[in-house]
């Protein structure tokens, strides 16, 4: 249908297009409307003016449909505000719109629906505004409902929806109900551009295009679609089916239809080809211009070309697209056809790479390479995939002979690839190769600089030297490898081959561990150290197959000496003393104690202050004093390393001049004394004492288990069973001390049997001498054959078991309850 369709020239034009306008002068303007009576209305006014004739036929020709009435409105009280378009305004429009030759074209109720749409836009209702009441920006609603902007530089314009205001050439024509201003253009509301813009996306000209079907394929595979049905404004050089095919044929056997981008990496080089063919912004043919001109691929430019007075279109590659079609509109910008896929430099870089061996096809097809190859076969961890995969890589390729010259400084256990056949080993190797292996970059010799450092797939750094034009490869060895042969480019990297295998640090430690004993072996092999070999057998707990293990460990070895002086300790004649289960079980302990698993922590590894904990589960401390290394244990005497860093194959030994004892031993040997609470439950004759400390309830077990001294007045089973009996028959036992008043009274009789802050020995205690309790009241000491200890009662109590010494105090054992007198008084 005409009315939606054939607008849509219009509607680009007016977009960005400046409409032809009147040039008459306002004197002539003026001349023409001379005579219009202010007594007539709008309509009458318009009826009577021969520029605003298309004005009146158009309000006439909406209102042929049923629901519209413009004349009989503008005819009524008003007020209003008309601008009024001049008839060559209306020529404008209607010769900017296909179909439309005249007004009489609106002839369906859609169109003329539109029309009286674009009309109301030109009128505001319930003022009739002069030029002089209009400000600079104000915006004004009308009858279609959208604003109109007031622009007062140099004249008065009108600001519609489009891009092109429209000029007041004639203002303040009065009439009986309003005031019309008349204007160049016609105005256009937003809802009618809308309205109007139904013309294709780029995407739906593509579609509609027979010759763009390779090019509608290629933008679904890259999932362009949506991006070419946005906004824009897009301007697309459109590759014709034969630049498509001209493509195809240039990539190979392997790329027979666009279905051949099948990878990821291949989908987005596609997609960033086409993208390389989009220009953020509108340019029509007139537009263009010889320069270069940026793409929707970032940092990717085309060049439009001035060739003998026509543009040509240049990529990345040596051939330009020829313009075969130029200025198809749609609504989101114009295309161009050209009969030429162009390339950006990603493409061209991918077309040649196409000609290219991998890295693993080069080394398979190169003699000299043949260990190499055998080398990542045996390591069978995926590098064959991986060097056949994208890239890019820089890989340094030893010859065979630098693989030979590897194998025999390892020595007789290694007589071919083959060899490394344990997981280690082959870890090992895993490493060595990947330290031939920089990822992410084709490093060729022009890319090297002297001094630098480069990381690699194994994780350690290769330095580069350039010397004697040669280009040298520095490893964690004293020996360089020279490159050969530099710069074989691959389709994923390039391949630098040279003579010698680099070795990571990891693979000089494996190479010198070659040499090393290990611990157990180094023990064996030192005299001084043999009785610790000994207690190793003693202790027979595998720690001798322990310590011959992988490891690694840090072993703490103690002289011939330092084992002399624990069994002079312990009152040992050797260490065939250790021969029950106990023993053996407290060597073992103390052995275990001296090792370190999971680290060989050399001498520099170790600092002051540090902790570090060992396999019996206790930590040894490290003291570092004039740059002297001691060991810390759980007695107050230190060990003195007196030789570091003897080197093992699965550790460091490090020997010193004393047996270290952790807390478990020493606990063993000579047990902790108790504190007073741990000493009651240890005696049976005390358990009545205890089930009361617990009964009360009042922190007591707490106070007397903290640190003190304490000296304790504690009574005997007998000495609790007499209270209750005392008591009366509500109390059979401590458990009817139930409410919080008795649990309180309870608390306070047993606070009245401590004494807080000293420790008194029987030996110190004097006749009458007075001890103040926890409770708040005294006691007092008789000594009467005896000691007594006097309460607020009338009979003493008896001290039968003296100075029972725990570790936070001492303990008296007494025949009687204590009492005070704040007790007695609330019993009476």
Same mark, same amino acid.
Request: some cysteine; glycine content about 6%.
């Given at each position: 249908?005409?009315?939606?369709?054939?607008?849509?020239?219009?509607?680009?034009?007016?977009?960005?297009?400046?409409?032809?306008v009147s040039s008459c002068d306002k004197d002539d303007e003026q001349s023409v409307y001379d005579g219009v009576e202010d007594?007539?209305?709008?309509?009458?006014?318009?009826?009577?003016?021969?520029d605003l004739s298309s004005l009146v036929s158009a309000l006439a020709k909406a209102d042929e449909n049923e629901d519209s009435?413009?004349? *009989?409105?503008?005819?009524?009280?008003?007020?209003?505000?008309?601008?009024? +378009?001049?008839?060559?305004?209306?020529?404008?429009? &209607?010769?900017?719109?296909?179909?439309? !030759?005249?007004?009489?074209?609106?002839?369906?109720?859609?169109?003329?629906?539109?029309?009286?749409?674009?009309?109301?836009?030109?009128?505001?209702?319930?003022?009739?505004?002069?030029?002089?009441?209009?400000?600079?920006?104000?915006?004004?609603?009308?009858?279609? $409902?959208?604003?109109?902007?007031?622009?007062?530089?140099?004249?008065?314009?009108?600001?519609?929806?489009?891009?092109?205001?429209?000029?007041?050439?004639?203002?303040?024509?009065?009439?009986?109900? !309003?005031?019309?201003?008349?204007?160049?253009?016609?105005?256009? +509301?937003?809802?009618?551009?809308?309205?109007?813009?139904?013309? *294709?996306?780029?995407?739906?000209?593509?579609?509609?295009?027979?010759?763009?079907?390779?090019?509608?394929?290629?933008?679904?595979?890259?999932?362009?679609?949506?991006?070419?049905?946005?906004?824009?404004?897009?301007?697309?050089?459109?590759?014709?089916?034969?630049?498509?095919?001209?493509?195809?044929?240039? &990539?190979?056997?392997?790329?027979?239809?666009?279905?051949?981008?099948?990878?990821?990496?291949?989908?987005?080089?596609?997609?960033?080809?086409?993208?390389? %063919?989009?220009?953020?912004?509108?340019?029509?043919?007139?537009?263009?211009?010889?320069?270069?001109?940026? =793409?929707?691929?970032?940092?990717?430019?085309?060049?439009?070309?001035?060739?003998?007075?026509?543009?040509?279109?240049?990529?990345?590659?040596?051939?330009?697209?020829?313009?075969?079609?130029?200025?198809?509109?749609?609504?989101?910008?114009?295309? %161009? =056809?050209?009969?030429?896929?162009?390339?950006?430099?990603?493409?061209?870089?991918?077309?040649?790479?196409?000609?290219?061996?991998?890295?693993?096809?080069?080394?398979?097809?190169?003699?000299?390479?043949?260990?190499?190859?055998?080398?990542?076969?045996?390591?069978?961890?995926?590098?064959?995939?991986?060097?056949?995969?994208?890239?890019?890589?820089?890989?340094?390729?030893?010859?065979?002979?630098?693989? *030979?010259?590897? @194998?025999?400084?390892?020595?007789?256990?290694?007589?071919?690839?083959?060899?490394?056949?344990?997981?280690?080993?082959?870890?090992?190797?895993?490493?060595?190769?990947?330290?031939?292996?920089?990822?992410?970059?084709?490093?060729?010799?022009?890319?090297?600089?002297?001094?630098?450092?480069?990381?690699?797939?194994? $994780?350690?750094?290769?330095?580069?030297?350039?010397?004697?034009?040669?280009?040298?490869?520095?490893?964690?060895?004293?020996?360089?490898?020279?490159?050969?042969?530099?710069?074989?480019?691959?389709?994923?990297?390039?391949?630098?081959?040279?003579?010698?295998?680099? @070795? +990571?640090?990891?693979?000089?430690?494996?190479?010198?561990?070659?040499?090393?004993?290990?611990?157990?072996?180094?023990?064996?092999?030192?005299?001084?150290?043999?009785?610790?070999?000994?207690?190793?057998?003693?202790?027979?707990?595998?720690?001798?197959?322990?310590?011959?293990?992988?490891?690694?460990?840090?072993?703490?070895?103690?002289?011939?000496?330092?084992?002399?002086?624990?069994?002079?300790?312990?009152?040992?004649?050797?260490?065939?003393?250790?021969?029950?289960?106990?023993?053996?079980?407290?060597?073992?302990?103390? &052995?275990?104690?001296?090792?370190?698993?999971?680290?060989?922590?050399?001498?520099?590894?170790?600092?002051?202050?540090? %902790?570090?904990?060992?396999?019996?589960?206790?930590?040894?401390?490290?003291?570092?004093?004039?740059?002297?290394?001691?060991?810390?244990?759980?007695?107050?005497?230190?060990?003195?390393?007196?030789?570091?860093?003897?080197?093992?194959?699965?550790?460091?030994?490090?020997?010193?001049?004393?047996?270290?004892?952790?807390?478990?031993?020493?606990?063993?040997?000579?047990?902790?004394?108790?504190?007073?609470?741990?000493?009651?439950?240890?005696?049976?004759?005390?358990?009545?004492?205890?089930?009361?400390?617990?009964?009360?309830?009042? $922190?007591?077990?707490?106070?007397?288990? !903290?640190?003190?001294?304490?000296?304790?007045?504690? +009574?005997?089973?007998?000495?609790?069973?007499?209270?209750?009996?005392?008591? $009366?028959?509500?109390?059979?036992?401590?458990?009817?001390?139930?409410?919080?008043?008795?649990?309180?009274?309870?608390?306070?009789? &047993?606070?009245?049997?401590?004494?807080?802050?000293?420790?008194?020995?029987?030996?110190?205690?004097?006749?009458?001498?007075?001890?103040?309790?926890?409770?708040?009241?005294?006691?007092?000491?008789?000594?009467?054959?005896?000691?007594?200890?006097?309460?607020? =009662?009338?009979?003493?109590?008896?001290?039968?078991?003296?100075?029972?010494?725990?570790?936070?105090?001492?303990?008296?054992?007494?025949?009687?309850?204590?009492?005070?007198?704040?007790?007695?008084?609330?019993? %009476?």
């Amino acid at each position: 249908m005409k009315n939606l369709l054939q607008f849509r020239t219009y509607l680009l034009m007016l977009l960005f297009a400046t409409f032809l306008v009147s040039s008459c002068d306002k004197d002539d303007e003026q001349s023409v409307y001379d005579g219009v009576e202010d007594s007539k209305t709008i309509v009458e006014t318009a009826q009577e003016t021969d520029d605003l004739s298309s004005l009146v036929s158009a309000l006439a020709k909406a209102d042929e449909n049923e629901d519209s009435d413009l004349i *009989g409105t503008l005819n009524g009280n008003g007020a209003f505000t008309v601008f009024a +378009p001049t008839n060559e305004a209306f020529t404008d429009l &209607l010769e900017n719109l296909d179909g439309f !030759g005249s007004l009489d074209d609106f002839d369906t109720d859609e169109e003329r629906a539109l029309l009286a749409t674009i009309l109301q836009y030109h009128v505001v209702a319930g003022v009739a505004a002069a030029s002089g009441d209009l400000s600079d920006g104000q915006t004004i609603t009308t009858v279609q $409902g959208e604003d109109l902007t007031i622009n007062l530089n140099n004249g008065v314009f009108i600001d519609d929806a489009t891009d092109n205001d429209a000029e007041v050439v004639l203002p303040n024509v009065s009439a009986s109900n !309003g005031i019309v201003h008349v204007i160049n253009k016609v105005l256009l +509301p937003q809802a009618i551009i809308d309205a109007l813009n139904t013309t *294709g996306t780029l995407v739906d000209i593509v579609v509609g295009t027979e010759a763009l079907s390779s090019l509608e394929a290629a933008v679904i595979k890259a999932d362009l679609v949506d991006t070419l049905n946005g906004e824009g404004p897009f301007t697309v050089f459109a590759p014709t089916y034969d630049a498509f095919e001209a493509l195809l044929m240039a &990539l190979g056997d392997d790329y027979m239809s666009l279905d051949d981008f099948d990878t990821p990496d291949e989908i987005e080089l596609l997609k960033n080809i086409l993208l390389y %063919h989009v220009v953020p912004a509108k340019v029509l043919e007139a537009d263009l211009a010889a320069g270069d001109v940026a =793409t929707a691929f970032p940092e990717n430019s085309l060049s439009v070309i001035d060739e003998d007075g026509t543009f040509v279109i240049g990529d990345a590659s040596d051939s330009n697209a020829s313009i075969t079609g130029t200025d198809i509109l749609a609504s989101n910008g114009v295309a %161009h =056809t050209i009969n030429k896929v162009l390339l950006p430099q990603a493409a061209v870089d991918f077309v040649a790479s196409l000609q290219l061996k991998n890295i693993v096809e080069i080394a398979i097809e190169t003699d000299d390479l043949s260990l190499l190859v055998e080398a990542l076969q045996a390591a069978n961890a995926g590098l064959v995939e991986t060097l056949s995969g994208d890239g890019p890589f820089t890989v340094f390729a030893p010859t065979n002979e630098a693989f *030979g010259a590897l @194998l025999d400084a390892l020595g007789d256990d290694y007589n071919s690839l083959s060899d490394f056949d344990t997981q280690e080993e082959i870890d090992l190797l895993v490493a060595i190769l990947t330290y031939h292996v920089v990822p992410d970059i084709a490093a060729f010799s022009t890319d090297l600089s002297d001094g630098q450092h480069i990381l690699t797939v194994q $994780g350690d750094n290769l330095g580069i030297s350039l010397k004697d034009d040669y280009v040298h490869v520095v490893d964690a060895s004293d020996e360089n490898a020279k490159v050969v042969l530099p710069n074989v480019k691959a389709s994923n990297g390039v391949v630098h081959v040279i003579n010698k295998v680099l @070795l +990571p640090q990891v693979a000089i430690d494996f190479v010198a561990s070659l040499q090393l004993k290990n611990i157990v072996e180094i023990a064996i092999e030192t005299n001084d150290l043999s009785l610790l070999v000994k207690a190793l057998q003693t202790a027979n707990a595998g720690l001798v197959e322990t310590l011959s293990g992988d490891g690694p460990f840090t072993v703490f070895a103690p002289t011939n000496q330092a084992f002399k002086d624990l069994l002079d300790f312990l009152g040992f004649h050797g260490l065939s003393d250790f021969d029950t289960d106990e023993e053996i079980a407290i060597l073992v302990k103390v &052995l275990t104690y001296h090792v370190v698993s999971g680290t060989a922590a050399f001498s520099t590894d170790l600092y002051d202050g540090q %902790h570090i904990t060992t396999v019996q589960g206790g930590n040894v401390g490290v003291n570092i004093k004039n740059g002297t290394v001691h060991i810390t244990d759980a007695t107050d005497k230190n060990a003195t390393v007196v030789l570091p860093n003897v080197e093992a194959s699965n550790g460091v030994v490090h020997v010193i001049n004393k047996v270290l004892l952790p807390q478990e031993v020493l606990d063993i040997l000579f047990p902790p004394t108790p504190n007073i609470v741990e000493l009651a439950q240890s005696v049976d004759d005390l358990s009545l004492l205890v089930n009361a400390l617990i009964q009360a309830d009042a $922190g007591l077990v707490e106070v007397l288990s !903290g640190d003190g001294p304490f000296t304790v007045f504690a +009574p005997t089973n007998k000495a609790f069973t007499d209270l209750l009996h005392a008591l $009366g028959d509500e109390y059979n036992s401590l458990d009817d001390f139930d409410t919080e008043a008795e649990k309180e009274l309870l608390s306070k009789i &047993l606070a009245y049997h401590v004494v807080s802050g000293s420790a008194v020995a029987s030996s110190d205690i004097h006749n009458h001498q007075e001890f103040h309790t926890v409770q708040g009241e005294s006691l007092f000491a008789i000594i009467n054959h005896g000691i007594f200890i006097r309460d607020k =009662t009338h009979v003493d109590a008896k001290v039968k078991g003296p100075d029972n010494e725990a570790s936070n105090g001492i303990v008296h054992v007494i025949n009687k309850v204590l009492l005070p007198q704040e007790v007695l008084d609330a019993l %009476h």
